[in-house]
């Protein structure tokens, strides 16, 4: 096997061999630093970890009591942006995705690069494989793989490597999208449970609680941020900032006015559950006219496939008579 290895870097020459060597070495830098960044940077939760036994609900709750921008030390300086703008602006991707924990961000970008570095390690590995006789493969895509030339090799090599690199990007902006939408659709459910777990005499945070505990199957994505909060609150933390987080961390328009009425009903010390009535009233208003939005958008993208499904019918039976006398006059 080495020496079909060291026939193959030959046979590309030592621009090949200087990027197999650095695909190699990179992949090995990668494992040490991925390992590396798993275990935990801060002390304080490895001693509270240590010492007492903790059984959480879910990953979204391991992160807290560790510090999840932390600045990149030894080999990890390397992955990561040095900027500590664009490292703040990745730790809020992810938190919008609902991704925490102790170095999230350093995580992130050591899959990055992995991805990067590890795809075109792969297919390097198939065409060595290939020309060892070592790897069957289907006699079409055999050919192709046998007959492609070194620059089309360094094409997909390239292709590879930005596919990999951007990848974890594209799949993070999913994440996103995928997560608000979530908590749209399932907030205004999450607050009329609210105002009834408040009017049945439970205080505000005894009510986010238990919609916390009760949505944890139906809406996972509100159901973290609630919890969220009243560990905060319960660890200490000022109310005003678990709330104005909660709403940086979603995103979305519906929770960061959610925040803003709960925290004006506590500053001017007005009572909470007529401020979630009526807010409550407002999210269900507000639901309807998006759903009369939609329902009046639909005749009109209707028209659009109809017309393109009736065109072509109406063509035929209106120019095909047309045809046919114009082929028995002209054409005998």
């Known amino acids: 096997m080495f020496e079909q290895i060291t026939a193959f870097i030959g046979g590309v020459g ?15 830098l990668i494992v040490y630093g991925f390992f590396g960044g798993l275990i935990a940077q801060n002390p304080v939760g490895r001693r ?15 992160g807290i009591l560790n510090n999840a921008d932390v600045d990149p030390k030894g080999f990890m300086k390397a992955l990561m942006p040095q900027n500590r703008e664009k490292r703040t602006q990745i730790r809020r991707q992810l938190l919008n995705a609902g991704i925490v924990g102790s170095n999230a961000v350093a995580k992130f970008y050591t899959v990055r690069i992995a991805m990067a570095l590890g795809l075109p390690a792969i297919y390097l590995l198939l065409l060595v494989m290939r020309q060892a006789t070592l790897l069957p493969l289907p006699e079409a895509l ?7 030339s070194r620059l089309v090799t360094y094409y997909i090599l390239t292709a590879l490597l930005l596919f990999g690199y951007v990848m974890p990007s594209l799949w993070l902006r999913a994440k996103v999208d ?26 505000f945070d005894a009510a986010m609680t238990r ?12 159901s973290q941020e609630f919890r969220l909060v009243q560990l905060e609150v319960s660890a200490g933390g000022d109310r005003e900032k678990a709330m104005l987080d909660m709403a940086r961390r979603t995103n979305v328009d519906e929770v960061t006015s959610f925040a803003g009425v709960i925290l004006q009903s506590i500053q001017f010390g007005t009572s909470v559950s007529d401020a979630l009535t009526t807010y409550a009233t407002e999210m269900r208003i507000t639901r309807e006219l998006k759903a009369q939005e939609m329902a009046n958008k639909l005749p009109v993208k209707m028209s659009g496939v109809m017309a393109s499904l009736m065109l072509p019918a109406l063509f035929l039976l209106i120019l095909g008579p047309i045809a046919i006398r114009w082929v028995n006059t002209f054409g005998g």
């Open 14 to 28: 030592n621009a090949g061999a200087l990027v197999v060597m650095g695909i190699f070495i990179g992949t090995l």
């Open 48 to 62: 509270y970890h240590n010492g007492k036994s903790v059984t959480r609900k879910s990953s979204f709750e391991a």
């Open 142 to 148: 055999g050919d192709m793989i046998d007959g492609q």
């Open 178 to 203: 995928e997560r608000q939408l979530e908590i749209s659709e399932t907030f205004p459910n999450a607050l009329d449970l609210m105002v009834v777990a408040v009017e049945a005499g439970l205080g």
């Open 211 to 222: 919609v916390s505990n009760e949505m944890e199957i139906t809406a996972p994505a509100i």
